[in-house]
Protein backbone atom coordinates (compact mmCIF):
# COMPACT_ATOMS: atom_id res chain seq x y z
CA UNK A 1 0.00 0.00 0.00
CA UNK A 2 1.41 3.39 -1.12
CA UNK A 3 1.92 5.91 1.55
CA UNK A 4 3.60 9.44 1.85
CA UNK A 5 5.25 11.16 5.11
CA UNK A 6 5.91 14.66 5.17
CA UNK A 7 8.77 15.60 6.68
CA UNK A 8 10.93 18.88 7.80
CA UNK A 9 10.94 21.54 10.35
CA UNK A 10 7.83 22.25 12.32
CA UNK A 11 9.23 26.17 13.26
CA UNK A 12 10.30 28.55 10.05
CA UNK A 13 11.45 32.02 10.76
CA UNK A 14 9.99 34.75 8.61
CA UNK A 15 12.03 35.53 5.49
CA UNK A 16 13.50 32.35 5.50
CA UNK A 17 13.13 29.41 3.76
CA UNK A 18 10.92 26.05 4.59
CA UNK A 19 11.89 23.19 3.71
CA UNK A 20 10.18 19.54 3.32
CA UNK A 21 10.69 16.80 1.90
CA UNK A 22 8.31 13.38 1.23
CA UNK A 23 8.96 10.45 1.18
CA UNK A 24 7.18 7.78 -0.82
CA UNK A 25 6.85 3.76 0.36
CA UNK A 26 5.61 0.97 -1.11
CA UNK A 27 5.95 2.37 -4.46
CA UNK A 28 8.15 3.63 -6.88
CA UNK A 29 8.48 7.40 -7.56
CA UNK A 30 9.43 7.04 -11.03
CA UNK A 31 6.27 5.22 -11.95
CA UNK A 32 5.29 6.72 -15.27
CA UNK A 33 1.63 7.13 -14.29
CA UNK A 34 1.74 9.80 -11.94
CA UNK A 35 2.70 13.34 -10.67
CA UNK A 36 3.43 14.22 -7.11
CA UNK A 37 2.06 17.35 -5.68
CA UNK A 38 2.29 19.53 -2.43
CA UNK A 39 -1.06 20.98 -0.95
CA UNK A 40 -1.11 23.35 1.76
CA UNK A 41 -3.74 24.32 4.62
CA UNK A 42 -4.03 27.33 6.79
CA UNK A 43 -5.73 26.88 10.31
CA UNK A 44 -9.44 26.89 9.85
CA UNK A 45 -8.87 27.59 6.08
CA UNK A 46 -9.32 25.41 2.96
CA UNK A 47 -6.69 23.73 0.63
CA UNK A 48 -4.22 25.44 -1.84
CA UNK A 49 -2.48 23.53 -4.27
CA UNK A 50 1.18 24.20 -4.47
CA UNK A 51 2.31 22.75 -7.13
CA UNK A 52 3.67 19.32 -8.80
CA UNK A 53 6.42 17.04 -9.71
CA UNK A 54 7.42 14.64 -12.29
CA UNK A 55 9.71 12.08 -11.61
CA UNK A 56 11.60 13.16 -14.56
CA UNK A 57 11.63 16.95 -12.78
CA UNK A 58 9.17 18.29 -15.16
CA UNK A 59 7.11 20.99 -12.49
CA UNK A 60 4.09 23.20 -12.73
CA UNK A 61 3.43 25.65 -9.91
CA UNK A 62 0.85 27.60 -8.51
CA UNK A 63 1.04 31.28 -9.84
CA UNK A 64 0.65 32.98 -7.14
CA UNK A 65 3.13 31.03 -5.47
CA UNK A 66 5.59 30.26 -8.12
CA UNK A 67 8.51 32.93 -8.13
CA UNK A 68 8.77 31.92 -4.12
CA UNK A 69 8.60 27.92 -4.63
CA UNK A 70 10.93 25.13 -5.68
CA UNK A 71 9.86 21.58 -5.99
CA UNK A 72 12.41 18.57 -6.76
CA UNK A 73 12.63 14.68 -6.84
CA UNK A 74 15.12 12.64 -5.78
CA UNK A 75 14.51 9.32 -7.47
CA UNK A 76 17.37 7.52 -5.59
CA UNK A 77 15.45 8.27 -1.92
CA UNK A 78 12.22 7.94 -3.26
CA UNK A 79 11.59 11.79 -2.46
CA UNK A 80 9.85 14.71 -3.40
CA UNK A 81 10.92 18.25 -1.61
CA UNK A 82 9.62 21.61 -1.60
CA UNK A 83 11.39 24.92 -0.93
CA UNK A 84 9.18 27.94 -0.21
CA UNK A 85 11.58 31.26 0.27
CA UNK A 86 10.67 34.68 1.73
CA UNK A 87 7.94 33.02 3.66
CA UNK A 88 5.58 35.44 6.26
CA UNK A 89 3.29 34.32 8.78
CA UNK A 90 0.71 33.82 6.10
CA UNK A 91 2.30 30.75 5.33
CA UNK A 92 1.75 28.87 8.45
CA UNK A 93 0.17 26.24 7.35
CA UNK A 94 -0.10 22.23 7.67
CA UNK A 95 1.73 21.11 4.51
CA UNK A 96 0.82 17.69 2.40
CA UNK A 97 2.02 15.87 -0.21
CA UNK A 98 0.07 13.86 -2.04
CA UNK A 99 0.10 11.45 -5.25
CA UNK A 100 -1.34 12.85 -8.59
CA UNK A 101 -2.40 10.33 -11.34
CA UNK A 102 -2.52 11.90 -14.96
CA UNK A 103 -6.44 12.03 -14.92
CA UNK A 104 -5.67 15.22 -12.06
CA UNK A 105 -6.33 14.28 -8.75
CA UNK A 106 -4.76 13.50 -5.08
CA UNK A 107 -4.61 10.03 -3.83
CA UNK A 108 -3.48 8.80 -1.26
CA UNK A 109 -2.25 11.79 0.35
CA UNK A 110 0.51 12.11 3.82
CA UNK A 111 -0.79 13.26 6.90
CA UNK A 112 0.56 16.38 6.74
CA UNK A 113 2.78 18.27 8.89
CA UNK A 114 2.35 21.80 10.53
CA UNK A 115 4.59 24.42 9.70
CA UNK A 116 4.14 27.52 11.61
CA UNK A 117 6.36 31.10 10.49
CA UNK A 118 7.00 33.06 13.99
CA UNK A 119 10.13 34.51 14.78
CA UNK B 1 -7.79 30.77 -14.62
CA UNK B 2 -11.50 29.33 -13.15
CA UNK B 3 -12.96 29.21 -9.52
CA UNK B 4 -14.88 26.60 -8.34
CA UNK B 5 -17.59 27.84 -5.59
CA UNK B 6 -19.19 26.06 -2.40
CA UNK B 7 -21.40 26.17 -0.17
CA UNK B 8 -20.09 27.22 2.88
CA UNK B 9 -22.11 24.74 5.37
CA UNK B 10 -24.93 22.43 5.06
CA UNK B 11 -26.64 20.25 7.15
CA UNK B 12 -28.81 17.53 7.48
CA UNK B 13 -30.56 15.14 9.40
CA UNK B 14 -29.11 10.97 9.76
CA UNK B 15 -30.57 8.83 6.88
CA UNK B 16 -31.74 11.66 4.63
CA UNK B 17 -29.59 12.52 1.75
CA UNK B 18 -27.57 15.72 0.87
CA UNK B 19 -26.18 17.25 -2.22
CA UNK B 20 -23.33 19.74 -2.08
CA UNK B 21 -22.97 21.64 -5.35
CA UNK B 22 -19.20 23.07 -6.96
CA UNK B 23 -20.24 25.91 -9.55
CA UNK B 24 -17.35 26.63 -11.99
CA UNK B 25 -16.81 30.59 -12.68
CA UNK B 26 -16.18 29.93 -16.44
CA UNK B 27 -15.55 27.33 -18.79
CA UNK B 28 -17.53 24.29 -19.27
CA UNK B 29 -17.78 22.08 -16.16
CA UNK B 30 -17.22 19.20 -18.44
CA UNK B 31 -14.10 20.06 -19.87
CA UNK B 32 -12.12 19.27 -16.74
CA UNK B 33 -12.64 16.17 -14.65
CA UNK B 34 -13.75 17.00 -11.00
CA UNK B 35 -12.96 15.36 -7.62
CA UNK B 36 -14.06 15.45 -4.48
CA UNK B 37 -12.08 14.79 -1.00
CA UNK B 38 -13.40 14.53 2.52
CA UNK B 39 -11.71 15.63 5.59
CA UNK B 40 -12.87 14.77 8.97
CA UNK B 41 -11.43 17.26 11.93
CA UNK B 42 -7.73 16.48 12.59
CA UNK B 43 -7.29 14.06 9.39
CA UNK B 44 -5.59 14.91 6.31
CA UNK B 45 -8.21 14.92 3.19
CA UNK B 46 -9.38 11.22 1.51
CA UNK B 47 -10.62 10.89 -1.71
CA UNK B 48 -14.15 10.10 -2.33
CA UNK B 49 -15.34 10.47 -5.72
CA UNK B 50 -12.67 11.53 -8.57
CA UNK B 51 -13.37 11.86 -12.74
CA UNK B 52 -16.30 13.51 -11.82
CA UNK B 53 -18.19 10.09 -10.71
CA UNK B 54 -15.98 7.01 -10.14
CA UNK B 55 -15.79 5.85 -6.53
CA UNK B 56 -12.83 5.54 -4.96
CA UNK B 57 -12.45 1.97 -3.94
CA UNK B 58 -13.50 1.32 -0.31
CA UNK B 59 -15.80 4.35 -0.88
CA UNK B 60 -19.52 3.53 0.32
CA UNK B 61 -22.19 3.41 -2.71
CA UNK B 62 -24.21 5.98 -1.10
CA UNK B 63 -21.35 8.79 -2.09
CA UNK B 64 -22.08 9.91 -5.73
CA UNK B 65 -20.78 12.37 -7.82
CA UNK B 66 -22.46 14.24 -11.11
CA UNK B 67 -21.82 17.37 -13.03
CA UNK B 68 -24.88 19.31 -14.55
CA UNK B 69 -23.83 21.56 -17.48
CA UNK B 70 -26.84 23.68 -17.83
CA UNK B 71 -25.83 25.17 -14.59
CA UNK B 72 -22.19 24.71 -14.90
CA UNK B 73 -21.50 22.28 -11.86
CA UNK B 74 -20.76 19.51 -10.19
CA UNK B 75 -22.03 17.77 -7.27
CA UNK B 76 -21.70 15.36 -4.56
CA UNK B 77 -24.72 13.20 -3.21
CA UNK B 78 -24.62 11.23 0.19
CA UNK B 79 -27.62 8.97 0.84
CA UNK B 80 -28.55 7.56 3.84
CA UNK B 81 -26.23 10.20 5.77
CA UNK B 82 -24.62 9.10 8.73
CA UNK B 83 -23.18 10.69 11.91
CA UNK B 84 -19.51 9.31 10.57
CA UNK B 85 -20.25 11.46 7.25
CA UNK B 86 -19.99 14.77 9.24
CA UNK B 87 -16.75 16.61 7.76
CA UNK B 88 -15.52 18.97 4.92
CA UNK B 89 -15.82 17.89 1.58
CA UNK B 90 -13.61 19.96 -1.15
CA UNK B 91 -14.28 19.70 -5.01
CA UNK B 92 -11.26 20.35 -7.08
CA UNK B 93 -10.91 20.71 -11.23
CA UNK B 94 -7.60 21.64 -13.04
CA UNK B 95 -6.56 24.13 -15.74
CA UNK B 96 -4.13 22.52 -18.07
CA UNK B 97 -1.43 20.78 -14.77
CA UNK B 98 -2.90 23.51 -12.58
CA UNK B 99 -5.33 22.09 -9.32
CA UNK B 100 -8.06 24.24 -8.41
CA UNK B 101 -9.58 23.61 -4.91
CA UNK B 102 -13.17 24.78 -3.85
CA UNK B 103 -13.07 26.34 -1.05
CA UNK B 104 -14.84 23.85 1.21
CA UNK B 105 -18.33 22.85 2.45
CA UNK B 106 -19.15 22.12 5.97
CA UNK B 107 -21.41 18.70 6.10
CA UNK B 108 -23.21 18.81 9.77
CA UNK B 109 -24.83 15.87 10.49
CA UNK B 110 -27.52 16.92 13.33
Known amino acids: QLQL??????????????????????GSISSSSFYWGWIRQPPGKGLEWIGSIYYSGNTYYNPSLKS????????????????????TAADTALYYCARRPYTNYFDPWGQGTLVTVSS | NFMLTQPHSVSESPGKTVTISCTRSSGSIASNYVQWYQQRPGSA????????????????????GSIDTSSNSASL?????????EADYYCQSYDSSHMIFGGGTKLTVL
Open chain 2, 45 to 64: PTSVIYEDNQRRSGVPDRFS
Open chain 1, 5 to 26: QESGPGLVKPSETLSLTCTVSG
Open chain 1, 68 to 87: RVTISVDTSKNQFSLKLSSV
Open chain 2, 77 to 85: TISGLKTED
